[in-house]
């Protein structure tokens, strides 16, 4: 196996050239494998052995054809046909049966040696998305009918790309006559494909347990069900399944409210109870009160009834609700398909109530949390709730769930009675929520994935104000969708106008959800307010939201062709709307599995039942992508639209506390458990199943790492006074940008109030506000902080610079005082030479000219010659050294006034000019000597410049 990288190609891929039988990858390359009970050197062999089975050669030939090597046995076989021609036939008739054979039997060869040689699978899989093309020179069938040094200089003077040679291979038509049909190149890709798509179906699917019956556990060989990691509670569109929802049903002719009600009727017909308190326990509405009524009755009796029947007939009460449950579930054919769509997972009855036995007194979240234990699987859980196992203290608390349990084994009794009448399990599952039609959201959807939580301006709970069509106005778009789903269940006025006094949408959703926990309306009603009505109230009230505020339709435009995804933890209430896991979590399991934007798309479309275990169906996200879909074809641009001017991470409500968010619980952003709850989801679980006893996997410590709770300080909290050394420099310097800064603080909320004197903050206004409305004041106070922030470091940075040019003039200073000194030196040892001739005068300038001046002494665009000074050092000379003051019509003549000036950026300074090199050095003239013109004016003496104020000629 040689790979074979293709510097000619425009794009960077590989093609991986195989040898012949003795390459590892060559279907020829000897490793036996058994099979039937025969044992065979290579997959040529079994291939070539089959074929000759299936004519009817005798099993002598066949051995005979398993005792030839590996580079013979194609010749050998066509000989044996040849020589045993079945009647009828001739060489002709069988070449498409026998080439037909070849591949099919070569194919299975493969995958028989692919499961017992390791060397084969891990070569196989090392060419990862490679091409693979067989260099067999004796054979143009199943390889390019070329050598491989041969192939490689055929693609080299040919120019020939990766492009081009898939193309070929899969046209026949269009393929070079040089170049063969490279039919095991193609069949060890299949091969590769294959076990690729099964090792990621294993990873997505669910894992399963068998656990014994109820019904049957005292029998001496009890029946089983399966169960997966899946956990369902009969909470939403599954609470008709409950034996505490009122769903009629007619039993041996006879009509029941519930289960409840058909249990204790019995009960009451056994103890021969009057017809008076048998209307007490039909009359009553609640399934479960109905427990408690027959209590009260039960205890008025008092001494009528003895207490040893009493407890003989109770006893009976579990095997009148296993019947009753029995004909509820084949009674309605909608319940039994809703049992079935369940699949394996382990169904838990959550109903608050007081029947320890037939719920599992506990919420669905505690039993999701099991599941992240790397010991707890759903077996254990099970054998709990059937006092198989001890429970432990800390779980005494769990119900024995004899309800959940029941219905799983109904369930699987239903797939039994399914595949033996060949009927197939899917048709009957029940899809929870209309399908998206829309195909070309799929077709055009990138690799780019969105994440959002119920905290983005995309969820309706964003308190973005809605008009609806007859003019009222709502205060978010989940308002409209509860108003909606109130009227259709048909809530009275009082109820709907509580709900509407609701002053966040998530208030108006804990609300609507204690409505719907009193009303029990008939299961069609139900289902097709969650499969339909439902979905069109959210689209509705969506849709309206980004027609009237152009910024938020904007930013779902901005999205582009991305996949959008909801990010919540999953509810059985709410499977269908959410992915059920966290951002960060849903990443990590994409990579994981490996799965792009559509095949993560095809899997939430699926049926819960077909998904990965707490996997949602993602159905928000599908709802704005066809509404992007919408005004896309209207012809809505983003660029016509204006900005909402938040950070992208305020857009989408990234790592927010809501991810943990339950629909009908009051919700704390400020909770510690929203930022450290761990619950089962896919990434949980495929860590799970990866984990090594011995070693901990990575994936098991990211599927196990926990938000950082955010540090909360109390409002009013005295803060700490500044360190000794700071007090004074804070107390003369920051006092105007502290109440700068109090000021900006206290500016959102006096906003509130109008425009007066800014108040302090008041912590029973903040108590007041939402969640939303905090974020939004917090952000903008951040965002003021940052902005002083960086007003702040800008200061700092000018003083640097300013202390920087500073130190730089006084070290110019310091170094024009020393060269001063050094020529009063100098001059001192002049006067002690003895005189010489002097140096003819030069013209002296005490100033350059300038202006026209300038141009007539030295030409226009001539730069002046530099003013030409003694060799020698005149005593009388001023004592400013070589560094002259220029007059400057911009300088003050206050002393104090010059010190404010900004300092100049460079310093020109102009010494003496040095006796030429070519010359003789001359001496110093005498005192006698020639003096040069008088100035007009003595220059300043350096002890009158200021700090930072050098300037030159």
């Known amino acids: 196996m040689t790979p074979a990288t293709l510097a000619d190609s425009a794009v960077d891929e590989r093609v991986v050239v195989i040898g012949n039988e003795t390459d590892i990858l060559h279907s020829g390359y000897t490793h036996a494998f058994s099979e039937g009970g025969r044992r065979y050197p290579s997959a040529d062999h079994y291939a070539h052995a089959m074929t000759l089975r299936r004519l009817g050669l005798d099993d002598a030939l066949v051995l005979e054809l398993l005792a030839t090597p590996s580079s013979d046995v194609t010749f050998k076989a066509m000989q044996l046909v040849r020589d045993n021609m079945p009647a009828g036939h001739d060489m002709d008739s069988l070449a498409s049966y026998l080439a037909a054979s070849r591949d099919a039997f070569t194919m299975q060869g493969l995958r028989l040696r692919f499961k017992v040689d390791s060397g084969f699978e891990r070569a196989l899989m090392e060419t990862a998305d490679a091409l693979l093309v067989v260099c067999d020179d004796r054979d143009s069938e199943f390889g390019v009918g070329m050598g491989e040094q041969a192939f490689l200089e055929w693609m080299r003077s040919e120019a020939i790309t990766c492009d081009m040679l898939g193309y070929w291979l899969r046209n026949d038509r269009a393929r070079p006559p040089t170049m063969g049909k490279n039919k ?24 399963t347990a068998v656990v014994d019956d109820i019904s049957s556990s005292d029998s001496s060989t009890p029946a089983q069900m399966t169960v997966s990691e899946m956990i369902v509670a009969l909470d ?9 929802y009122a769903v009629p049903t007619e039993i041996k002719g006879e009509r029941y409210r519930s289960v409840e009600h058909y249990a204790y009727q019995r009960l009451f017909e056994a103890l021969d109870l009057d017809e008076k308190m048998m209307e007490k326990l039909k009359t009553t509405v609640e399934p479960s009160q109905v427990w408690r009524v027959a209590e009260k009755v039960l205890q008025g009796l008092g001494d009528k009834i003895e207490e040893g029947s009493l407890e003989q007939k109770m006893a009976k009460l579990d095997r009148w609700r296993m019947t009753a449950m029995k004909y509820k579930i084949n009674v309605h054919p909608l319940l039994k398909r809703l049992l079935l769509t369940t699949g394996d997972a382990l169904i838990v009855e959550t109903a608050n109530v007081d029947e320890l036995q037939w719920s599992i007194a506990t919420d669905e979240k505690e039993i999701q949390h099991l599941l992240t234990k790397s010991y707890i699987g759903p077996d254990r859980i099970v054998n709990w709730m059937t006092k198989s196992n001890k429970l432990p203290r800390a779980l005494s ?5 004899k309800t959940g349990l029941y219905l799983m084994e109904l369930r699987g009794k239903l797939r039994r009675t399914a595949q033996e009448r060949g009927e197939t399990p899917d048709t009957a599952l029940l899809p929870l929520v209309a399908p998206c039609t829309n195909n070309a959201i799929k077709t055009m959807m990138t690799q780019h994935m969105i994440c959002f939580t119920a905290e983005s301006v995309f969820h309706p709970l964003y308190p973005a104000e809605v008009k609806t069509p007859d003019g009222r106005r709502m205060p978010t778009p989940m308002h409209w969708i509860c108003e909606q789903g109130a009227k259709y269940f048909g809530c009275s006025e009082s109820d709907i106008t509580w709900l509407m006094e609701a002053t966040s949408g998530r208030e108006a959703a804990i609300r609507y959800g204690e409505m719907m926990l009193d009303r029990q309306p008939a299961f069609e009603k139900l289902y097709q307010w969650e499969y339909n009505e439902r979905l069109a109230a959210v689209k509705l009230a969506l849709r309206t939201v980004f027609e009237q505020h152009p910024p938020l339709l904007r930013v779902l435009l901005d999205t582009g062709d991305s996949l959008l995804v909801y990010c919540q933890r999953f509810s059985s209430r709410d499977s269908e709307w959410a992915i059920g896991m966290r951002e960060r979590d849903l990443r990590i399991w994409c990579a994981e599995v490996d799965v792009d934007t559509k095949e993560l798309m095809d899997l939430c479309a699926r049926a819960l039942a077909d ?10 996200g599908v709802v704005l992508m066809e509404l992007r879909r919408e005004f896309v074809l209207k012809g809505v641009f983003p660029q016509q639209l204006p900005e909402l001017n938040i950070s ?7 790592d927010s506390p809501t991810e943990n968010w339950d629909p009908l619980e009051v919700f704390d952003p400020l909770s510690v458990d929203n930022y450290i709850a761990l619950w089962a989801n896919p990434l949980l679980l495929l860590a799970k199943h990866t984990l090594n006893a011995k070693e901990p996997s990575e994936l098991w410590a990211l599927a196990n790492t926990v938000k950082t709770a955010p540090h909360l300080v109390p409002i009013g909290e005295p803060t700490a006074p500044p360190p000794p050394i700071l007090q004074p420099s804070l107390a003369t310097q920051s006092t105007a940008a502290s109440d700068e800064f109090n000021q900006q603080m206290k500016a959102p909320l006096a906003a509130t109030n109008g ?15 939402d969640l939303v409305e905090l974020r939004t004041l917090f952000m903008t106070m951040v965002s003021r902080v940052r902005d002083l922030v960086v007003s702040t470091r800008t200061q700092q940075n000018e003083m640097d610079y300013l202390r920087s040019e500073i130190e730089r003039v006084r070290r110019n200073r310091r170094e024009l005082e020393e060269r001063r000194r050094k020529r009063r030196e100098a001059d001192t040892f002049a006067d002690q030479q003895p005189p010489t001739m002097p140096h003819p005068p030069a013209p002296q300038f005490d100033r350059l000219p300038s202006g026209a001046d300038r141009n007539r002494m030295f030409g226009s665009g001539a730069a002046p010659p530099p003013p030409s000074m003694p060799n020698t050092w005149r005593p009388d000379r001023p004592s400013s050294g070589d560094v002259r003051q220029r007059a400057s019509p911009s300088r003050p003549a206050n002393g104090d006034a010059r010190k404010a000036q900004p300092v100049a950026t460079s310093t020109t300074v102009i010494s003496s000019s040095p006796a030429p090199q070519n010359q003789p050095s001359r001496q110093a003239p005498s005192k006698s000597a020639v003096a040069p013109p008088p100035r007009a004016s003595s220059p300043a003496s350096v ?11």
């Open 755 to 769: 425009p007066q004197t800014p108040a302090p903050i008041d912590p029973t206004q903040l108590d007041a506000m």
């Open 236 to 244: 939403g569109v599954f609470r008709p399944l409950s034996n505490f």
């Open 648 to 654: 992208n991470d305020a857009i989408l409500g990234t």
């Open 184 to 207: 095991l190149g193609m069949l060890l890709m299949w091969l590769r494909h294959e076990v690729r798509a099964d090792f990621k179906r294993q990873r997505l699917s669910a894992k």
């Open 943 to 953: 002890g009158e410049l200021s700090d930072g104020e050098i300037v030159s000629d």
């Open 611 to 620: 998904r990965p275990p707490f996997l949602g169906g993602n159905r928000l």
């Open 397 to 401: 608390h769990i119900g024995a769930n």
